[in-house]
C-alpha cells in the first residue's frame, strides 16, 4: 500500500525558517515525480512545488519562488521542502502527493494518493 | 496572472444530477490543459475522482464523469448522494511545469 506521511510543521516566527518532510513507502519512491500542496486555513488548495523522480527537474509557483526549495532523497525515500523567509500568508496544511510517473508531463499531471499534511503555523 | 474559477458553491437534490465547471479567467479550458478533480471533505485529504480529463480513478463510482463542455472542464455528479457533500477542486497543467488549482466548490446535497 502506498504511503505518505509528512512531518516537520510546526509554529514559527515570521521571517523564520522550516523543513518538512514526507516519508513514502510503499512504491519505489525514485520512480516516480512528487508535489506538494497546501491549503490555508478555511481556503482552497494552492499547488507549491512539484520535482521529478530522479531530482533534476523542479518547479514552483509563483508565490513561493526563490523562498521554497523541494528536493529529495531517493536512497532514504524522503520528499523535503525547505521553506525560508516564511509570512503569515505561508500559514497552511502542507500536503505531499504522487504523480503517476518520474517526469512531469502535462498528461500525468494528477496527484495521487496525498498525505494527511502537516500544520505549518506562521506567526509571532 | 490565468486565474482557475469554479463555482464557489452548489447545490442539488438527493438523486439529483449537477455539473460542476473549471475555467479559465482568460481563454478556454482545451483537453491540453488534462483537467483533475478531487475531493475533499472537512479534515481529510484530497481524493482523486477523474484525472487526464475523463478517467475515473480506482475506486471511484461511476456516478462521477469528466468531461469539456464549451470552454471549461466540467465534472458531473449523476445520482448525488448525501456522502456527495463535499468541496470538490480541479487543477489544470499550465505549462512550463507549473499546475493550478481552482478555487472549489462546495456541493450541498439537500
Known amino acids: 500500500e502506498v504511503q505518505l506521511l509528512e512531518s516537520g510543521g510546526g509554529l514559527v516566527q515570521p521571517g523564520g525558517s522550516l523543513r518538512l518532510s514526507c516519508a513514502a513507502s510503499?512504491?519505489?519512491?525514485?520512480?516516480?515525480?512528487m508535489t506538494w500542496v497546501r491549503q490555508a486555513p478555511g481556503k482552497g488548495l494552492e499547488w507549491v512545488s512539484v520535482?521529478?523522480?530522479?531530482?533534476?527537474?523542479?518547479y514552483y509557483a509563483d508565490s513561493v519562488k526563490g523562498r521554497f526549495t523541494i528536493s529529495r532523497d531517493n536512497s532514504m525515500n524522503t520528499l523535503y521542502l525547505q521553506m525560508n523567509s516564511l509570512g503569515v500568508e505561508d500559514t497552511a496544511v502542507y500536503y505531499c502527493?504522487?504523480?503517476?510517473?518520474?517526469?512531469?508531463?502535462?498528461?500525468?499531471?494528477?496527484?495521487?494518493?496525498w498525505g494527511q499534511g502537516t500544520l505549518v503555523t506562521v506567526s509571532s | 496572472q490565468t486565474v482557475v474559477t469554479q463555482e464557489p458553491s452548489f447545490s442539488v437534490s438527493p438523486g439529483g444530477t449537477v455539473t460542476l465547471t473549471c475555467g479559465l479567467s482568460?481563454?478556454?479550458?482545451?483537453?491540453?490543459?488534462?483537467p483533475s478533480w478531487y475531493q475533499q471533505t472537512p479534515g481529510q485529504a484530497p481524493r482523486t475522482l477523474i484525472y487526464?480529463?475523463?478517467i475515473r480513478s480506482s475506486g471511484v463510482p461511476d456516478r462521477f464523469s469528466g468531461s469539456i463542455l464549451g470552454n471549461k472542464a466540467a465534472l458531473t455528479i449523476t445520482g448525488a448522494q448525501a456522502d456527495d457533500e463535499s468541496d470538490y477542486y480541479c487543477?489544470?497543467?499550465?505549462?512550463?511545469?507549473?499546475?493550478?488549482f481552482g478555487g472549489g466548490t462546495k456541493l450541498t446535497v439537500l
Open positions: 487526464n480529463i475523463n
Open positions: 487543477v489544470l497543467y499550465m505549462g512550463g511545469g507549473i499546475s493550478v
Open positions: 482568460s481563454g478556454s479550458v482545451s483537453t491540453s490543459y488534462y
Open positions: 510503499g512504491f519505489t519512491f525514485s520512480s516516480y515525480t
Open positions: 520535482i521529478s523522480g530522479s531530482g533534476s527537474a523542479t
Open positions: 502527493a504522487k504523480y503517476p510517473t518520474s517526469g512531469i508531463r502535462r498528461e500525468d499531471n494528477w496527484f495521487d494518493p
